[in-house]
């Protein structure tokens, strides 16, 4: 009897990713935003393993809470599969497995890596060696985030985020993350911002319509100087994510009175991102907030955007 040979298959992996800085335009006529973000992309991986099959399915494990994740066709995962299908003419399908270790709407584009991570995979997977400028142009129509899971290590991204120009940043940051048991809507964490806005538009001066990165975060990246990116830290979204929940306050103000540089909240929340003078900073940090009963995990950056594992 012959046989059967396994599926084959190919592992890929993207990294999350930190808003280091992140300035929300007014909004728009369209209902949307533009923005100015220096990303990040750290050391915590959404990994994808892609197998040969006749339709598109998807199983999903990993070491965050994933209540919250599809696993049918509105996962972001199987849409990117399914737009390199439509893209290339391929006719067949893939069974992707999904290990999942950033944060589930935590404000750290778990959902672009997998997408990013999945493109690869299926690329080198199906055989359609498609140029690495379509392969961005792809991952722009799934999401803004995606194109820079894609490229990783640091970049400004302008527009919805996906207009991407990399940004040199000096040896490593050391970040220390701390991870909510609950997630926050994108778009609910921006209609709350307009509302902010709104409330209190005799208070702050109105948005610009087309935002810009500051330059003192620039040069904090080429110095690799935390303490000088630390002064610079900063999210348009973080008073709509406080109003939403109050209680990431409490984690923040716990950060920096146990050593933290400076405390952020990643993208649209609801994860905490403080930034570390050193390793035994970091080190000490995250002691300290576990000892909190808090979920904490370390992370360094910059790290390379999506690669494909076992080729």
């Known amino acids: 009897m012959t046989p059967v040979a396994a599926p084959k298959m190919i592992h890929a992996k993207a990294p999350g990713k930190i808003n280091v800085f992140l300035k929300v335009g007014a909004l728009l006529d369209d209902g949307f935003h533009d923005v100015a973000i220096a990303y990040q ?95 961005l142009a792809l991952a722009t129509q799934l ?9 990783g290590g640091t970049a400004i991204g302008t527009g919805r985020g996906d207009q991407l120009s990399p940004a040199l940043a000096k040896g490593q940051f ?44 620039l040069q904090a990246l080429r110095a690799g100087d935390p303490h000088m990116l630390a002064e610079t830290l900063y999210n348009d979204l973080q008073a709509a994510a406080l109003h939403l929940e109050p209680s990431l306050a409490s984690v923040l103000e716990l950060g920096e009175e146990n050593g933290a540089l400076a405390g952020v909240i990643s993208g649209s929340g609801p994860t905490v991102a403080f930034l570390a003078a050193d390793l035994d900073n970091a080190l000490e940090l995250q002691i300290a907030l576990s000892a909190a009963r808090l979920n904490v995990v370390r992370a360094t950056g910059p790290v390379h955007g999506a690669r494909l594992v076992n080729l």
């Open 143 to 151: 999401g803004a985030d995606v194109p820079f899971a894609l490229t």
């Open 174 to 217: 050391q970040w220390v993350l701390v991870i909510a048991d609950f997630g926050l809507s994108t778009p609910a964490v921006y209609s709350e911002l307009d509302k902010h806005r709104d409330r209190h538009s005799q208070d702050i001066f109105p948005a610009v319509s087309q935002p810009f990165v500051d330059a003192n975060v």
């Open 41 to 135: 992309a750290v050391s915590l991986y959404e990994e994808v393993r892609a197998y040969e099959a006749d339709d598109f399915s998807i199983e999903v494990a990993g070491s965050v809470e994933l209540s919250r994740v599809p696993v049918d066709g509105s996962n972001i995962a199987i849409k990117a599969a399914r737009l390199l299908a439509r893209r290339t003419g391929y006719r067949g399908g893939v069974h992707l497995e999904i290990g999942k270790h950033v944060p589930v709407t935590g404000g750290m584009g778990g959902g672009s890596a997998d997408a990013a991570a999945t493109l690869l995979a299926c690329d080198a997977l199906w055989g359609t060696d498609l140029p690495r400028d379509e392969m």
